[in-house]
């Protein structure tokens, strides 16, 4: 599976950025999506998850409330909407893969991982 994210910019805090993240390679659906980032001088964190349905979806408790993961199997894309952005936001975003049938849910670790594309909160 390749990945390829984008959508990154920059925003002041309060506003809204969507980003995308598209999949080539083997069936889309069978795989489990996540959403990390790594701010300057961080470890790199985990942001969102959903399931290879869409049915399930799972967020890191700095997010919860004001980011959306979603996807669309039809497109093979998984996106990460970002709404009332703060400057602690700020960070490179990358998606990430794992097989629905090697994993548990949420994953603890995953096998793919796209380049990552910046996000910078101006405050």
């Known amino acids: 599976v390749q990945l390829q994210a984008s959508g990154g910019g920059l925003v002041q805090a309060g506003g809204s950025l969507r980003l995308s993240c598209a999949a080539s390679?083997?069936?889309?659906?069978?795989?489990?999506m996540g959403w990390f980032r790594q701010a300057p001088g961080k470890e790199r964190e985990f942001v969102a998850a959903i399931s290879g349905s869409g049915g399930s979806t799972y967020y890191a408790d700095s997010v919860k409330g004001r980011f959306t993961i979603s996807r669309d199997n039809a497109k093979n894309t998984v996106y990460l909407q970002m709404d009332s952005l703060k400057p602690e936001d700020t960070a490179v975003y990358y998606c990430?893969?794992?097989?629905?049938?090697?994993?548990?849910?949420?994953?603890?670790?995953?096998?793919?991982w796209g380049q990552g594309t910046l996000v910078t909160v101006s405050s």
């Open positions: 390679g083997r069936t889309f659906s069978s795989y489990t």
């Open positions: 990430a893969a794992v097989s629905i049938y090697r994993s548990t849910w949420p994953p603890n670790s995953y096998a793919y």
